[in-house]
C-alpha cells in the first residue's frame, strides 16, 4: 500500500489506543517528507487494528509431502510450475523459515492441531496407520476446540491420519457401525475425509463417524507395477477412487464454502481445516495435469495441488469471501524418496531447495516447509519474511487473532505470528525443537543448530544404524548462516555452543512447553540424549 495523504489511514478506532502526539512532526524535517513518514505510520496503525479487529474466515491448507523446494515462491529455481501459489505469495506473507514440529506426518498434524510438540505425547516415534486408535484424546485443546469457542463452524476435510476408533469384531472392522473418536471429538462440528495416508488401507470415506459406502473390492498397487502410483492392499469402498480423492476433496471443500458463505457474512465465521493426501504416495495425476510437467509424475501432482487450490482461492472471490478470508498455505514435511529425486534433479530441480535431507530426516530438507498466509487487504502484499516459525504457532495465531486469553493448556508450544503479520521480523520465537521419525531431536536457536544423532535419523544416508558402525560422533552442530546445507560439523570445535543448547533443550523438555507460562506435565518421559551424551553439568 503506498501512503496517499488522502488515505483513509487518517481515521484511527478507538481499539487502537495509541497517543499520537509523541509521533508529531519534526519541524526540521521537510513538509513532504513528514506527509509521506506521517501517512505511512498512519497506514502501519490502521492495518495493525484491522488484523486484531477482523474476524476472518480461517482455512488452513496442508499440503502432504510436499517440499520447500516444490513451489516457486519458496525456490526461485523451481522447475515446477505453481501459479496460484506463486499469485497467492504474491497476495500475501510468504513464510522462508517455516518448519513442522516433525519430519513425518502424524506428528505434525498432532503438533499443527493443538500447538504443542508431538513428542510430548505418547507418539515418541514413526506414524499411525489407517487403523490406529485415536492419538488426541476429547480433553486435549485443540484448533477445533479453540475455533469454535470463538463462535466459528468448525469443519475438518480430508485426510486426518491421527487416528479413531473403528468399530471391530474379532479384530475385523464393521464398517456398518459408526467410527468412534474422530475429529468431532476434537473440536470439529463436521468432518469427511479418511483415516490415514492414501496408501493405507482402509479405504472409505467416513462423514463425520459414518462410512458412506461399504467396501465391495479388496484393491491395491505394487511397487513393480508402478514406481509412483503404488498403495497398499485393502478394503475399498464402493465410492472411494484412488486417483478422484484429491479432486473429489476440493470439490467437497468448495461446496462447503458455498454452503457457510451466508452464514458467514452474517457474522458466524467458518474454519476449515483442508489436509490434503497430495503429493503422497499414491502419486496418481490426472488430466490435464498427467504429463503436463515435463518431469515426472510427481511433478505433474504438485501442478495439481497446485490449481486445485487456485480453484478454491476462486470459490472464495465469488461469494464474495475473499477479503474476509484468512488462508494459511503449508506442508506436512519435506518431500518424500518416492517423488524419485535423482530423475527430478537431473531436470535441474531439487525439491529440498538446496538444504540437506527430505522427509523423515533430522536435517532440514526434512523439517523446512513452505508456508504461505493470504489475507487480501489485512497483510502487506508480496512480502517475504524470515522470521523463525513453526506450524505449532498457527494454534496461537489464531487464539491471538479471535482474542482468546492464553491457557496453560493449548499452544504450550505456540508463538503468535501476529507481530509478523503487521510487518515486525520476529514473533518472539528464538528456538525450534525439531524431532525425526526415529525419534531423534534437533534444537536450533539463532544460527546454531545441534543435531542429537549421528546420522539423518530418518532415511537419508547416512542413516543411524550406518552412522554408528562409522563412529561418527553422536551429535552434529551445524551454523546455518554459514552452512545451510550442513556440510560441516563442527560439534568438537564447538562444544560451549552444543552444551547450551543441551541444557536449553533440556529445560523446554522439562517446562513441558517452550513458551512462557506454568510448567505442564509431558505425557511421557521423555528421553533425548543419544548414547555416550550426557547433560552438561550432570553427575
Not at 463452524?153 to 468399530?167: F, N, P, Q, R, S
Not at 482402509?202 to 509412483?228: F, H
Not at 498455505?329 to 524418496?337: A, E, K, L, M, V
Amino acid at each position: 500500500m503506498q501512503p496517499d495523504s488522502s488515505h483513509p489511514a487518517c481515521i484511527i478506532d478507538s481499539h487502537s489506543a495509541i497517543e499520537l502526539s509523541k509521533f508529531m512532526p519534526n519541524p526540521r524535517l521537510p513538509q513532504r517528507t513528514l506527509t509521506a513518514g506521517i501517512c505511512l505510520l498512519l497506514v502501519s496503525l490502521v492495518a495493525s487494528v484491522r488484523v486484531h479487529a477482523e474476524r476472518p474466515n480461517v482455512i488452513i491448507v496442508m499440503a502432504d509431502d510436499l517440499g520447500i523446494g516444490d513451489v516457486s515462491p519458496t525456490n526461485p529455481e523451481c522447475k515446477i510450475p505453481t501459479p496460484n501459489l506463486q499469485r497467492m505469495a504474491d497476495q500475501g506473507l510468504t513464510f522462508l523459515d517455516a518448519h513442522t514440529p516433525s519430519s513425518v506426518c502424524t506428528p505434525t498434524r498432532y503438533g499443527l492441531l493443538t500447538g504443542r510438540y508431538n513428542w510430548r505425547s505418547r507418539l515418541s516415534r514413526g506414524v499411525l496407520s489407517g487403523t490406529s486408535e485415536h492419538l488426541i484424546p476429547p480433553e486435549r485443546p485443540t484448533l477445533g476446540h479453540l475455533m469454535r469457542g470463538a463462535g466459528y463452524h468448525t469443519a475438518m476435510i480430508g485426510k486426518w491420519h491421527l487416528g479413531w476408533d473403528w468399530h471391530k469384531v474379532k479384530g475385523e472392522i464393521d464398517f456398518t457401525q459408526p467410527v468412534l473418536n474422530g475429529p468431532d471429538v476434537n473440536g470439529f462440528d463436521q468432518y469427511y475425509g479418511h483415516c490415514g495416508s492414501l496408501d493405507m488401507p482402509p479405504y472409505v470415506w467416513v462423514d463425520t463417524g459414518k462410512v458412506t459406502a461399504q467396501p465391495d473390492r479388496e484393491e491395491g498397487v505394487t511397487k513393480k507395477q508402478d514406481r509412483y502410483g503404488w498403495y497398499r492392499q485393502g478394503p475399498i469402498g464402493s465410492d472411494f477412487h484412488i486417483d478422484n480423492v484429491l479432486p473429489h476433496l476440493f470439490e467437497k471443500s468448495i461446496s462447503h464454502v458455498a454452503a457457510r458463505a451466508a452464514e458467514s457474512k452474517a457474522g458466524k465465521p467458518f474454519f476449515l481445516y483442508l489436509p490434503l493426501p497430495a503429493p503422497h504416495t499414491p502419486i496418481v495425476p490426472v488430466a490435464p495435469f498427467k504429463d503436463a510437467s515435463g518431469l515426472n509424475p510427481y511433478a505433474d501432482f504438485v501442478m495439481q495441488v497446485d490449481d486445485h487450490l487456485g480453484q478454491l482461492l476462486q470459490a472464495l472471490r465469488d461469494h464474495g469471501l475473499d477479503d474476509n478470508t484468512l488462508v494459511i498455505f503449508t506442508s506436512d514435511n519435506g518431500c518424500s524418496p518416492e517423488g524419485n529425486f535423482d530423475l527430478l534433479k537431473g531436470h535441474g530441480h531439487d525439491p529440498s531447495a538446496g538444504y540437506r535431507g527430505h522427509k523423515a530426516d533430522i536435517y532440514e530438507g526434512g523439517h523446512r516447509v513452505p508456508m504461505i498466509a493470504r489475507w487480501p487487504g489485512h497483510l502487506q502484499e508480496g512480502r517475504s519474511t524470515r522470521a523463525l516459525a513453526c506450524l505449532t504457532d498457527i494454534y496461537s495465531t489464531l487464539e491471538a487473532l479471535t482474542e482468546q486469553p492464553r491457557q496453560d493448556l493449548g499452544g504450550e508450544d505456540g508463538f503468535s505470528l501476529l507481530p509478523v503479520f503487521e510487518g515486525q521480523e520476529s514473533s518472539g520465537r528464538e528456538a525450534l525443537i525439531s524431532h525425526s521419525i526415529d525419534g531423534s531431536f534437533a534444537i536450533r536457536q539463532g544460527p546454531w543448530k545441534l543435531c542429537l544423532a549421528a546420522g539423518s535419523g530418518g532415511w537419508s544416508a547416512p542413516r543411524e544404524p550406518l552412522a554408528k558402525k562409522q563412529g561418527l560422533p553422536p551429535m552434529q552442530l551445524f551454523n546455518l548462516d554459514d552452512d545451510p546445507a550442513e556440510e560441516e560439523n563442527l560439534v568438537e570445535s564447538k562444544p560451549q555452543v552444543a552444551a547450551e543448547l543441551l541444557v536449553l533443550l533440556d529445560q523446554q523438555v522439562q517446562s513441558g512447553r517452550c513458551t512462557p507460562g506454568q510448567q505442564v506435565a509431558n505425557d511421557r518421559k521423555i528421553a533425548f540424549l543419544p548414547e555416550g551424551v550426557t547433560l552438561p553439568g550432570a553427575k
